[in-house]
């Protein structure tokens, strides 16, 4: 199971050949610095180990746990990439969505923080004035 902490997780799924992955390092590396406090980032993907390995030290990711499984991309329904879930600190599922930028996965710890399911949702009542 998830590692037992007081932290959520952010587990964020992306691969070496997707360019908004890409553009979404930085963001990653920002955010684990600035919310460690409360916040866990591990990285998922699947594929051929030694590209993954490469692409880890190109990168710079070695700083996040980085978990090679098809079987938890299936678990959360990843249809494309980038994708991010949230869990809460007892590993409950919070918040997941397709995360093209920032703003994306700001709004997941949004839809959190609001107890909503997804970035749509969250979206979606925003624009009815609710949240």
């Not at 070496?16 to 390092?25: E, G, K, M, R, V």
């Not at 098809?70 to 409950?92: R, S």
């Not at 997941?96 to 920032?102: A, D, Q, S, W, Y």
Request: hydrophobic share 40%; aromatic share 8%; glycine share 6%.
């Amino acid at each position: 199971g998830v590692p037992a902490s007081d932290k959520s997780t952010l587990l964020f799924f992306l691969s070496p050949n997707c360019p908004i992955c890409d553009t979404l390092i930085p963001v990653l590396k920002s955010i684990h610095r600035s919310e460690s406090s409360w916040l866990d980032i591990v990285l998922a993907s699947d594929g051929e180990p030694d590209q993954q390995r490469a692409f880890i030290e190109k990168k710079g990711l070695a700083e996040f746990p980085y978990v090679l499984s098809t079987q938890l991309g299936m678990t959360y329904q990843v249809a494309k990439l980038p994708f991010a879930v949230l869990l809460d600190e007892k590993g409950v599922l919070r918040a997941k969505g397709l995360t093209n930028n920032r703003e994306h996965l700001e709004s997941l710890f949004e839809a959190m923080e609001h107890g909503v399911a997804s970035i749509q949702e969250f979206m979606s009542k925003r624009q009815q004035g609710v949240a």
